[in-house]
């Protein structure tokens, strides 16, 4: 089998900040970072303090159960910004200790947020009670809303947590490409999307991944950005895990917004010494059994803001490269599509989105993204953005499973654009 990829990029020259104005912006950078800090914990104690004034009083258990509800809210109120900044906490503490942190502290946002959602739709539920019935019997309902309320996050969380942590089922996608040559009939892409190796997702997790990817036997690899958040530093002993990934053509990554909020150019040099292509807005040919491929990626939808060499551009990347091949495009953000669509691509595997990861937040993604999950079609552009391989934030999924997408490429006319999901495989 014929095997070879090249990689075309236009040329952009790489500088690094020196030593002193590092020094000069570190203050600034802290003082930014702890005003943030400051101000997400008083808007959490308060969201805390609504759900505890309209639950606690109902429950009518007791003042000692009281007294344990405020204290578990109060709790709450710090862990949460304790867990997400346990990153930051690295070095200063044991490893063990900042990931108990992580781990109490995104397992508590979870909770509570579910339990801020319940609490909301149960006062809207009881509102028409409260007008047309009279004091008995919205007292009960009132008590018994508020149980179930609290028995409900408790589930929702439990649930959310076995969905996260259990091993992403493979979704089967087939896509017809006009164009596409018969020597491609058949061509499997494997992508993984969102993993966010960090806090909670460390190696092992990683592994478990790799497996499934490698038991695909697909003809390449497809990373859609959103793998790490955290340092080169502090990560790689768990990433080195991609080594492993094994298909024909090899491995390919382009940047998720989370790159850069962890040193992207760091990772961009650390996944190239696992032996893994990133792709910035340029492009690979890989010639399969005879035939072209052309394999693109871009810098994330956002890279811009945090370094203007790296705006994302679909154009350039498809600079130079064969007019008559088909052509896919790996995006992190699924709202990359209209350029894309406009500069020429068939295909576009997009993540991001997590599908939403959990009720209410899969509702308020369609606000920023044209695309939540799944398949789509903008003209002649099919686009297929992945609910994610990992999570972010609290360790929880509800109605939005993990995923590994298995992609396999059929001419136009040999079968129509379907999904589906298959089992432990």
């Known amino acids: 089998m014929e095997q070879e990829a090249a990689i075309r990029t236009p040329g952009i020259a790489i500088g690094e900040a020196g030593d002193s104005t590092a020094a000069h912006q570190a203050p600034a950078a802290r003082k930014v970072r702890l005003g943030f800090i400051l101000t997400a914990t008083a808007l959490i104690g308060l969201l805390h303090a609504f759900i505890g004034v309209q639950i606690l009083p109902a429950l009518d258990a007791g003042s000692g159960a009281?007294?344990?509800?405020?204290?578990?809210?109060?709790?709450?109120?710090?862990?949460?910004?304790?867990?997400?900044?346990?990153?930051?906490?690295?070095?200063?503490?044991?490893?063990?200790?900042?990931?108990?942190l992580a781990w109490t502290g995104l397992i508590a946002a979870g909770f509570a947020s579910s339990l801020l959602v319940l609490t909301l739709l149960r006062d809207l539920?009881?509102?028409?009670?409260m007008v047309f019935l009279d004091y008995a019997p919205v007292l009960r309902m009132q008590h018994y809303s508020a149980w179930g309320?609290?028995?409900?996050?408790?589930a929702f969380?439990?649930?959310?947590?076995?969905?996260a942590r259990r091993a992403p089922k493979v979704v089967e996608v087939t896509i017809p490409l006009s164009g596409l040559p018969e020597a491609l009939h058949g061509f499997r892409i494997a992508q993984i999307s969102d993993i966010?190796?960090?806090?909670?997702?460390?190696?092992?997790?990683?592994?478990?991944?790799?497996a499934k990817v490698n038991a695909l036997d697909a003809q390449l690899v497809a990373i859609t950005g959103d793998l790490v958040d955290g340092s080169v530093h502090e990560l790689s002993g768990h990433t080195d895990a991609l080594q492993a990934l094994q298909s024909t053509h090899g491995s390919f990554f382009v940047t998720g917004n989370h790159e850069y909020y962890s040193g992207a150019e760091d990772w961009?040099?650390?996944?190239?010494?696992?032996?893994?292509?990133?792709?910035?807005?340029?492009?690979?040919v890989l010639r399969h059994q005879g035939a072209t491929l052309v394999l693109a990626g871009v810098t994330d939808y956002s890279a811009h803001h945090f370094d203007q060499r790296r705006r994302s551009d679909p154009q350039a990347a498809l600079a130079g490269a064969p007019a008559a091949a088909a052509r896919v495009l790996l995006a992190h953000q699924p709202r990359s599509a209209a350029a894309a669509e406009a500069a020429g691509f068939d295909l576009q595997l997009s993540g991001h989105t997590h599908g939403g990861q959990f009720f209410p937040w899969n509702y308020f993604v369609r606000m920023q993204q044209p695309y939540t999950a799944g398949l789509h079609r903008l003209n002649k552009l099919w686009?297929?953005?992945?609910?994610?391989?990992?999570?972010?934030?609290?360790?929880?999924?509800?109605?939005?499973p993990a995923e590994i997408t298995l992609l396999r490429l059929v001419p136009l006319g040999h079968g129509n654009a379907r999904g589906q999901k298959i089992g432990a495989r």
């Open 125 to 129: 539920l009881l509102l028409p009670a």
């Open 383 to 400: 686009i297929y953005t992945s609910r994610g391989t990992g999570y972010w934030g609290p360790p929880k999924r509800i109605g939005a």
């Open 66 to 100: 009281n007294a344990l509800g405020i204290g578990l809210l109060v709790l709450s109120t710090l862990l949460i910004p304790a867990g997400l900044a346990a990153r930051v906490l690295n070095g200063r503490v044991s490893e063990r200790v900042a990931t108990g």
């Open 268 to 284: 961009v040099n650390e996944l190239r010494r696992l032996g893994i292509r990133v792709l910035q807005n340029e492009h690979a």
């Open 157 to 163: 969380s439990a649930i959310g947590l076995f969905n």
């Open 196 to 210: 966010h190796v960090g806090p909670t997702i460390k190696r092992a997790f990683l592994e478990r991944i790799v």
């Open 149 to 154: 309320a609290l028995w409900l996050a408790l």
